[in-house]
């Protein structure tokens, strides 16, 4: 049996899920999870920032490929795939210079002003296509300039790039989490060399961007001594909604939520939008194999009710706060998408504080869901106006795609027919474009009828 193993590393979350193709259908298994979530740590400056323990996480994705070759499944290659915009900056000795920060550190906020007063944001999204968020990479790496981090870098690895490389000992820099950084030109789908250079970036850090399905090498001699065995690494589509929409079972460019701890709401388009329009829609461009873009828009997602359930003591599950909610259901309107859901100290009192009472657990549930699902039904809207185009489907994918109360309330207010599924869209992607660049897929379109026929696909 041929395996394939996606590493798949969530904020939250991470797991391994091996496959292998079947008479015509994909087979999975999950056999490896670990906790993630960033930790208040010293950084690089000697002041307390977010940061992600990276050598923890690299511990856990070894113990993941161990526990493989012990089960005896062993990969013929492995793939990584994380969120976007954070990345590792590299000295001579390859070590991360101070640490990794994470993308909810508040370090940009002096950033983003000194950034657009040398490039202003309307200039950033016609040449990039990439919407304005407080943590995007071309503001984070200001920071490192002024911090004299940058000075010392030798290399410049978002976090999938640089765990590959510490498997393989080779750099390569993947497209579709490039285009997160807000640094890469939709016309010429590579760096854009003078956002670099006015900023004062050092541009020998940014090299050939890599496509999904590209061979990145084989696993170091002390990697494969750890873990029992050698196998190569193939490029995913790195960034995780690029992985997850490539598991959509999309019917040409239909729309579609990856839902998670964001949700992400777009449609694959053949070209970028970055128009005056989009922007001001919030629409971002990001990089999707082959050239395409997915013309979406982040909304806060699953964030605010992991955060709830965190608050207390996880003493509830998801499926039972989603009950508590149906017999709970307020009228409360709230704003998803506004900055002080993004890492309030207490997302309890914040949510208390923006509907101006104390609320149950049920209706605090209720008014997470409700909210959410009002936000896609404008944000649906916008897309169309932005496209010229009228959707009569809604593809949900991701583990939010399990939550049948906000998938029937997405219906309610978008007037969708809703389809949900696969769940875990973001490893399956990610295998897909193994296989393909394998050999053993001949592309996309084949991979999503693999997954049709192999996952459970509902429609609502």
């Known amino acids: 049996m041929k395996y394939y193993l996606a590493i798949d590393i969530g904020a939250s979350s991470g ?22 979530g960033p930790e208040t740590l010293t950084a690089y400056d000697g002041k307390e920032h977010l940061m992600w323990t990276h050598e923890r996480l690299f511990t856990e994705i070894l113990n993941g490929l161990k526990k493989a070759g012990e089960l005896g499944k062993i990969p013929a ?36 002003p000194a950034v657009h007063s040398v490039i202003p944001f309307a200039e950033l999204y016609e040449r990039t296509g990439i919407q304005f968020a407080t943590f995007n990479t071309v503001y984070q790496l200001l920071d490192d300039v002024k911090s004299g981090r940058m000075a010392k870098a030798k290399s410049f690895l978002m976090l999938p ?43 020998e850090l940014f090299g050939e961007l890599s496509q999904p399905g590209t061979v990145v090498g084989e696993f170091t001699d002390e990697v494969a001594a750890y873990v029992g065995y050698k196998a190569k690494v193939v490029l995913p589509a790195t960034h995780d909604t690029a992985s997850a929409v490539l598991a959509a079972p999309l019917s040409g460019q239909t729309p579609y939520i990856s839902s998670g701890t964001w949700s992400l709401l777009g449609v694959e388009q053949n ?44 003493a509830y599950s998801f499926p039972q706060l989603a ?22 100290e207490s997302m309890i009192d914040a949510i208390n504080e923006s509907v101006g009472r104390k609320l149950s657990v ?42 049948g109360l906000l998938n029937e309330l997405t219906a309610k207010y978008t007037g969708k027919q809703i389809i949900t599924g696969p769940s875990e869209g973001t490893a399956i992607g990610n295998l897909m ?28």
């Open 15 to 36: 797991r391994h899920i091996l496959s292998y193709l079947q008479d015509g259908k994909m087979v999975t298994e999950e056999i490896y999870r670990f906790q993630n």
């Open 77 to 112: 290659s492995v793939g990584i795939d994380t969120w976007g915009v954070d990345y590792a900056l590299l000295d001579e000795n390859d070590q991360a210079i101070g640490g990794t920060y994470c993308y909810r550190d508040g370090r940009t906020e002096a950033t983003i």
């Open 161 to 203: 790039d640089y765990f590959h490389f510490r498997l393989t000992g080779v750099k390569k820099q993947e497209y579709t989490n490039a285009t997160t950084t807000g640094m890469v030109n939709t016309k010429t789908r590579t760096w854009d060399t003078e956002i670099l250079e006015k900023l004062g970036y050092k541009k």
């Open 271 to 314: 070209y970028a939008h970055t128009t005056q329009a989009a922007r001001e829609a919030g629409y971002s461009n990001e990089g999707s194999v082959k050239g395409q873009y997915r013309l979406q828009i982040n909304i806060m997602g699953l964030w605010m009710i992991q955060q709830v359930r965190h608050e207390l003591n996880d």
């Open 323 to 344: 009950d508590m909610a149906r017999e709970n259901p307020v009228d409360d309107e709230i704003n998803v998408n506004d900055q002080k859901f993004l890492a309030p």
């Open 362 to 403: 049920g209706e605090m549930a209720y008014v997470i869901y409700n909210n959410l699902a009002r936000y896609y039904d404008l944000s649906l809207k916008a897309l169309e106006e932005v496209t010229g185009e009228k959707y009569s489907t809604l593809n949900i994918i991701g583990g939010g795609s399990k939550n």
């Open 433 to 460: 474009m193994q296989m393909v660049g394998m050999g053993d897929l001949s592309g996309v379109a084949e991979g999503r009828e693999y997954i049709k026929r192999s996952f459970d696909i509902a429609e609502l």
